[in-house]
């Protein structure tokens, strides 16, 4: 046995011991005690049983809160106004410039001669410049974005310290154009997920810092009693990123493979602790607010926390299954990937029980539409990612094409969806305006819809046969990059019908912004429900 | 605040932990590691073509890890090598593992492809060399000159291909970049090979 198998064995038995004391702790101490009243901290008194949503007329709201509750809400959501609309504001340009990036890494794995001749153009550099800009620009600014909304409203109070946030969302910014910057000039760190030179990450270590100030500040003035889950998420996740991302870009630390093991713990973090957390916890708050019921089990909603704590930390190194690593280190992310199951199984218990018996509600709301079926997506990859962790389908799948559509439907199918969810609930709220359009909300619903299942479903077959075949030394390597060309033609196509989607729902943003279109009495639907009365 | 206080200090911990088992355990294990004796540390050159590598991203298709026969068979059926050990990358620093095989593995690309001409021609042009390759070309790493100078190394590129008038000579980059590629040969006995992976989940 080795000295390393030892101490991790001695770890182990420490921590179940912890473990079982803590357990035995919180059951004394009535930890268990806050159950379904709970859940209900979202509420204002007598709000249950009414839905909050822009698809919902606020008339209607106003009618039935008390004058107070509403005018304290209303205060609540201006108060974050500009903070919001900052980090916002942003990320929807960062998703307009991700997605061309992402569109022309895409066409030019099947065309190579496409814009071939710059080097500021070559595929090594775009591709990087595609997964900075939409996951350090749009997925996280918007995320923050989101959090600076909904903080004020689960505190209930004002926010505080926005102004923080405010300077916080222009050293993010001036982080990602020197970043992006410094990748298309060839001067990446060379590490995926961690490209940007260590020199400019200082930024946006200090910008999210800035961003969590009013988050700590607001949190000290609430007026509720009891944190909700939300909270949980947002708090956590705000003292997981500066950590991870602090550690994996110590320059001159981690030589040779113990940079690989570093790399890729930091890589599945970014995704386990940093944006599966803040896409979660706004699922688990809108999706009980639209309906207007609380979420079934609030004890399995805390029990989902601490699990996806424990176990997502550990799962990065299942992205070396089979390299020239320690077999243990490998081992202990296949076995924390398969324990995923328990809060993904927990979140999806809340999420789609929540929606039981509501289904028809999707036809309407599109918050409700497009946070549901990330919700549902979110279930989808995540039970997707513990297989795929798995030796016996991980020697098949691990270098292919099949990693790509999986990553895309945890970070757009899953993650994206919610994020867009939120900004149709958040935007008329901060703006006081409804969405000008309706049918430009239905465009982009189906654009991206269109596109992202045209995206994952060829790549995950393309990905697979490619597995396949690899593994098969018979098949000539040039045969195998023949077989791939149609489901790489196919990506390019359904990556079009997104980008496009985003051309019209930054369309939409901006004149929302501006306050275009008629003066509504009521909100924006997917379906007009005057006109369904009067048919 | 008490009890939002406990929410971060236990996430904190939590990390803490997965750090210690996914970072600093991994560390401290590897990096007493066997250096193999034949491994050669990179000349200041190939760490130079090392750069170039990195800046232009080769890494997002291609990886430099063949696994174990026993585990995947076709790595070494496919002449990438022996399973790699931590000990080949000693002097790696960033690793460039990767994570993807649009194109083949280049752990050993240096034995595989022993010829600088095979490689500058197949930077300038891969078509030409490889037909229907997807991999882009790498023209701005070369330059066209109407005389060749006595320093200057010459692609020699099939009929089709070649220009019409003038040479096609690679820059210092490219020469850079095709000497570390030649210098990707770890075709020497491995002292510490991983044991094979009996238990497949």
């Known amino acids: ?69 509403y005018r304290a809400r209303h205060d609540a959501d201006q108060s974050s106004r500009l903070a919001t609309l900052s980090w916002l504001s942003s990320s929807v340009f960062w998703l307009l410039l991700g997605s061309a990036y992402g569109l022309l890494s895409s066409a030019k794995m099947h065309m190579p001669e496409l814009l ?13 410049m595609h997964l900075n800009a939409v996951t350090y620009g749009w997925a996280s600014m918007a995320g923050i974005a989101i959090a600076l909304f909904l903080i004020p409203r689960l505190f209930k109070t004002r926010l505080a310290g926005g102004r923080f946030a405010v300077i916080g969302a222009v050293l993010w910014n001036i982080g990602l154009v020197l970043g992006l910057g410094a990748i298309n000039l060839g001067l990446s760190d060379g590490k995926e997920w961690l490209e940007f030179p260590w020199q400019i990450d200082l930024l946006f270590v200090i910008g999210g810092a800035l961003a969590a100030i009013p988050l700590l500040l607001t949190a000290k003035q609430r007026t509720v009693s009891h944190l909700y889950v939300t909270s949980w998420y947002f708090l956590a996740a705000l003292v997981w990123f500066p950590f991870l ?79 020239p690593i320690p077999t243990w280190l490998v081992t202990l992310s296949i076995v924390h990937s398969v324990m995923m199951s328990i809060p993904v199984i927990t979140v999806a218990i809340n999420h789609h029980g929540t929606m039981m018996g509501n289904f028809h509600r999707l036809k309407d709301s599109p918050t409700l539409r497009f946070v549901w079926i990330g919700a549902l997506m979110y279930t989808v990859s995540s039970l997707q990612g513990s297989m795929e962790a798995l030796r016996s389908v991980n020697v098949i799948t691990h270098f292919t094409h099949y990693t790509v559509a999986h990553a895309h439907l945890g970070m757009y199918a899953f993650l994206s969806f919610i994020l867009f969810g939120a900004v149709y609930f958040i935007m008329p709220r901060l703006m006081n305006w409804e969405w000008p359009w309706r049918r430009l909300i239905a465009l982009h619903f189906w654009l991206v819809s269109i596109g992202i299942l045209i995206y994952v479903v060829s790549l995950t077959i393309g990905g697979w046969k490619q597995g396949v075949e690899l593994l098969t030394a018979d098949t000539p390597f040039m045969d195998i990059v023949r077989m791939t060309l149609p489901y790489l033609e196919a990506r390019t196509i359904g990556g079009s019908l997104m980008t496009a989607g985003h051309i019209v729902f930054a369309f939409h943003f901006v004149a929302m912004l501006l306050r275009k279109g008629r003066l509504q009495d009521q909100p924006t639907l997917f379906r007009n429900p005057a006109r369904e009365v009067s048919q | ?197 009996k238990t497949q989940e």
């Open chain 1, 245 to 323: 991302f602090l550690i994996a870009n110590l320059p001159y630390t981690f030589p040779g493979t113990s940079g690989a093991t570093v790399n890729w713990w930091f890589a599945h973090n970014v995704l386990g602790l940093w944006v599966t957390p803040i896409g979660i916890g706004i699922a688990y708050y809108m999706i009980p607010k639209i309906m207007g019921r609380p979420i079934i089990s609030y004890q399995l909603s805390l029990i989902g926390f601490w699990s996806l704590a424990l176990f997502y930390s550990q799962v990065g190194i299942h992205h070396l299954v089979g390299g």
């Open chain 2, 1 to 197: 605040m008490k009890r939002a206080l406990a929410i971060m200090v236990g996430a904190a911990l939590i990390l803490l932990l997965a750090t210690l088992t996914l970072v600093v355990m991994p560390y401290l294990q590897m990096s007493a590691e066997q250096v193999p004796p034949d491994l050669k540390p990179y000349t200041e050159r190939q760490l130079e073509g090392r750069q170039i590598y990195i800046a232009n991203g080769c890494v997002y298709c291609h990886s430099q890890q063949p696994r174990d026969p026993s585990f995947a068979s076709g790595d070494k059926d496919r002449g990438w090598g022996r399973p790699s050990v931590p000990g080949d990358y000693a002097y790696d620093t960033p690793h460039l593992l990767g994570t993807m095989r649009t194109g083949p593995d280049l752990f050993n690309i240096g034995a595989r492809q022993p010829s600088k001409d095979w490689h500058l021609l197949h930077l300038y042009n891969p078509q030409a060399v490889v037909k229907d390759s997807i991999m882009p070309p790498y023209r701005f790493l070369f330059r066209w000159v109407r005389s060749v100078g006595e320093d200057d190394t010459v692609v020699r590129l099939p009929e089709p291909y070649a220009p019409e008038e003038g040479y096609i000579v690679p820059t210092e980059q490219a020469l850079a970049l095709v000497d570390y590629l030649l210098a990707l040969d770890r075709t020497y006995p491995a002292p510490t090979l991983p044991e094979p992976e």
């Open chain 1, 1 to 69: 046995m080795t000295p390393t198998i030892a101490v991790l064995l001695i770890i182990t038995f420490l921590l179940s011991t912890v473990g079982l004391l803590l357990l035995i702790w919180s059951i004394a101490n009535n930890q268990f005690s806050h159950g379904q009243q709970s859940a209900r901290t979202i509420f204002s008194p007598g709000e249950e049983g009414i839905g909050e949503d822009p698809a919902e007329a606020p008339q209607r709201q106003k009618q039935e809160l008390p004058d107070a509750e």
């Open chain 1, 116 to 128: 071939a001749n710059s080097e500021f153009l070559t595929f090594g550099r775009v591709r990087p």
